[in-house]
C-alpha cells in the first residue's frame, strides 16, 4: 500500500555565524545630560538564553575580545538551503533530516527577543558597515600570515607560479620567508608542496592565530590560538539524552569548530630541540592567553623574528630583508627566472651557479677547455664511425658555444625587470 523510500538525499552541512550588533549606534554613553539615554549592548548570556530558546547549539564570543566591542558573535551549522540546525530529539523531521530552522525565522526572533539587529551568513566577520569594524587596535577582519622554511634563494619565481598569487620572498642564509602580496592570500599551495624540509606557516585573522607544520606536501601539526568562545548546549535543558547510537546535533557543532591542538613533542619531529626549549615550547602552546605567540614560536625554532611581525601584521611584507615581489608566471618562464636568479647561499652548487651566471673570466677558460675536449672525443668517434656518439658530441658543442655567447640580459634575471610587472 506504501513503499519507504531509504535513498533520502543528504543534507549539506555549512558553518554559519551569527552577528549580533550593538543596540546604540553610539560607540559609548554620552556625557552631556541633553543626550537620549544611551543602550547598553548585548550580552553574551542574553544572547545565549535567546538561543537556546530556539534549542540552537552554538558557541558565542563577546566582540569587545576580537576588536569590536558592543557586538556579540555566534557560530553553529546549518545546511546550504538556508537552516540552521537544532537540539530538537522528540521532533520528527522530513526524509529524515537533522532537525533545523530557517535562517530568516531564526534572525527574526533573535533581533525581537534582543532588540537590535542580527546578521546571519557563512561569513565569520563582523558585517563591513558596521561602525565598530575598524576601531583603533585589533580589527576583527585584519589578516596576515607568512611561511618561513629551508628554501633555496633562487626559489622566488617557482613559488609565486605554485601560489598563483604575488608574493614578497625575503632569503637569509637557508631561510626563506614567504608572505603574500595581499594579506588575505592562500598560500597554502606553497605550504603543500613536496618539501623534504619542514616548512612552518604563521596565519593570523583578528586575534585568532594558527601555526602549522608541513613537509612532503602534508599537514603535520596544526595549533590554534584564539579567543574563549562560550558553548550554549541545549541539551541541559532538559534530562533527555540519545542513545549512544543515534546522530548529536550538539555535538556536531562543537566537534566542528573544537580548535586542533598540537604539543612540543610535535614539533620536536621536525625541529631538533633541547630539554629547555621544548618546556618554553609547551608553556606557549599550554597556555589560555599567551603574549606574542607567534615570535616565540619561531625564537625556539631558530628561524628569524621578522616572519612572525609579517604574521601579527605589524611589518609589512616588502620590509623582510632583501625582500623581492614575485608575480606568477607560466611554469616555463618561472623555470628561467629561477635558473637566472643569482644565488646567496655558499654552497658549492650555489658557487656553479653564480659562475654560471656572472661568467668570470674562469668561466670561459673552463668552458673552452671543456669544449675542446669533447671535440676531440667527437672527432675520435666520428673516425671509429660511431654516428650516433658524433652527432652527441656535436649537439654538446653547440650548447656549450650557445652559452657563451648568450647576453647577459637572457642569463641575469636581476638585469631584467619583467619580474616586477604582472605578466600579461
Not at 618546556?279 to 616565540?296: M, S, V
Not at 635558473?339 to 673570466?361: G, K, Y
Request: hydrophobic fraction near 40%; glycine fraction near 6%.
Amino acid at each position: 500500500m506504501f513503499e519507504v523510500d531509504h535513498d533520502t538525499p543528504p543534507q549539506t552541512i555549512i558553518p554559519l555565524f551569527i552577528a549580533i550588533a550593538p543596540r546604540d549606534p553610539r560607540e559609548q554613553a554620552p556625557t552631556h545630560d541633553d543626550a537620549v539615554d544611551f543602550l547598553e549592548p548585548v550580552t553574551v548570556d542574553e544572547t545565549g538564553d535567546a538561543l537556546l530558546e530556539l534549542a540552537i547549539p552554538a558557541q558565542l564570543l563577546d566582540g569587545a575580545d576580537i576588536g569590536s566591542p558592543g557586538w556579540i558573535l555566534a557560530r553553529t551549522l546549518g545546511t546550504e538551503d538556508g537552516a540552521i540546525l537544532r537540539w530538537a530529539p522528540t521532533e520528527n523531521t522530513r526524509h529524515g533530516h537533522l532537525p533545523t530552522m530557517n535562517v530568516d525565522d531564526v534572525a527574526a526572533h533573535l533581533a525581537h527577543e534582543l532588540n537590535t539587529a542580527c546578521h546571519i551568513s557563512n561569513d565569520p566577520h563582523i558585517p563591513s558597515g558596521a561602525p565598530q569594524t575598524h576601531l583603533e587596535g585589533v580589527s576583527v577582519t585584519l589578516r596576515s600570515g607568512a611561511i618561513i622554511g629551508t628554501l633555496e634563494s633562487t626559489e622566488g619565481p617557482l613559488l609565486a607560479a605554485t601560489a598563483h598569487t604575488p608574493i614578497w620572498f625575503s632569503h637569509q642564509g637557508t631561510t626563506g620567508v614567504v608572505a603574500g602580496a595581499d594579506p588575505a592570500a592562500n598560500l597554502e599551495d606553497i605550504l603543500t608542496t613536496g618539501s623534504l624540509t619542514p616548512l612552518l606557516a604563521l596565519e593570523r585573522q583578528g586575534q585568532a592565530r594558527r601555526v602549522t607544520i608541513a613537509r612532503r606536501g602534508q599537514i603535520m601539526a596544526v595549533h590554534e590560538f584564539g579567543p574563549r568562545w562560550i558553548d550554549v548546549d541545549p541539551r541541559g535543558i532538559d534530562d533527555y539524552a540519545l542513545p549512544g547510537e543515534e546522530f548529536d546535533t550538539v555535538d556536531l557543532v562543537f566537534d566542528y569548530y573544537e580548535p586542533p591542538q598540537a604539543d612540543a613533542d610535535d614539533f620536536a619531529t621536525h625541529y631538533e630541540l633541547t630539554t629547555e626549549q621544548h618546556n618554553q615550547l609547551t608553556a606557549i602552546l599550554d597556555a589560555e592567553t599567551p603574549d606574542d605567540p607567534f615570535t616565540g614560536i619561531v625564537r625556539i625554532l631558530g628561524l628569524p623574528d621578522e616572519a612572525a611581525e609579517v604574521a601579527e601584521g605589524w611589518r609589512d611584507p616588502h620590509d623582510l630583508p632583501a625582500a623581492e615581489l614575485f608575480h606568477p608566471k607560466r611554469l616555463g618562464a618561472a623555470l628561467w627566472d629561477s635558473l637566472t636568479t643569482l644565488p646567496t647561499e655558499n654552497t658549492v652548487n650555489a658557487r656553479m651557479h653564480r659562475a654560471w651566471i656572472t661568467r668570470p673570466p674562469m668561466f670561459f677558460a673552463l668552458n673552452t677547455l671543456e669544449t675542446a675536449l669533447i671535440g676531440i672525443w667527437t672527432a675520435r668517434q666520428a673516425r671509429r664511425g660511431h654516428t650516433g656518439r658524433t652527432l652527441l658530441g656535436a649537439a654538446l658543442i653547440a650548447v656549450n658555444i650557445a652559452d657563451m655567447v648568450t647576453p647577459s640580459s637572457w642569463r641575469d634575471r636581476r638585469l631584467r625587470s619583467t619580474h616586477l610587472t604582472d605578466p600579461q
